[in-house]
């Protein structure tokens, strides 16, 4: 078994539907101009964007996603209410599964592990201490409950 790495999908086809496993890592992650299920749906392999999906730890509800990276290794998810409306950011390493259907993003983590993680800081982002920092939290979080 790989050591487990945050900023890496476990499961890449989950940004192109879950459908086509043999969708490129560096294609563009848009989303069509039609964006509901219906006849115009995107096809199979299509890339989607994950803005505005559901986020669900293991217990219950977190959020929904404000923002996802250019290079789809990290979510920011608005927390609303429930942390004071606070910004975290969840590498995509802690992405257990997609749902597409019901635009929702299921993550291995349980609801107090995400509110005891470092709050998203935009203007820290670029700095590579800050990653570590937060990429370290889900590291030594990984597989506790």
């Known amino acids: 078994m790989q050591p487990f790495n945050p900023w890496t999908w476990r499961d890449p086809s989950a940004l192109a539907g879950g459908y086509d496993q043999s969708t490129p890592a ?7 101009e039609s964006s ?12 989607i964007d994950l803005t505005g999906y559901r986020v669900e730890a293991t217990d219950g509800r977190i959020g929904s996603i404000d923002e996802t990276s250019a290079d789809s290794r990290y979510l920011v998810v608005d927390t609303g209410p429930w942390i004071f ?3 975290v950011l969840l590498p995509v390493g802690t992405v257990a599964r997609v749902d597409h259907l019901e635009r929702t993003v299921h993550v291995d983590r349980t609801r107090d592990q995400v509110k005891d993680s470092p709050a998203f800081d935009p203007d820290e982002f670029g700095r590579p201490d800050y990653r570590e ?10 597989g506790r409950d």
């Not at 920092?133 to 990984?142: A, L, N, T």
């Open 36 to 47: 509901d299920d219906g006849p115009d749906a995107p096809g199979p392999g299509t890339p």
């Open 85 to 87: 409306g606070r910004k």
């Open 133 to 142: 920092q937060v990429g370290s939290y889900y590291q030594e979080s990984y």
């Open 26 to 32: 560096d294609v563009p992650r848009q989303r069509p």
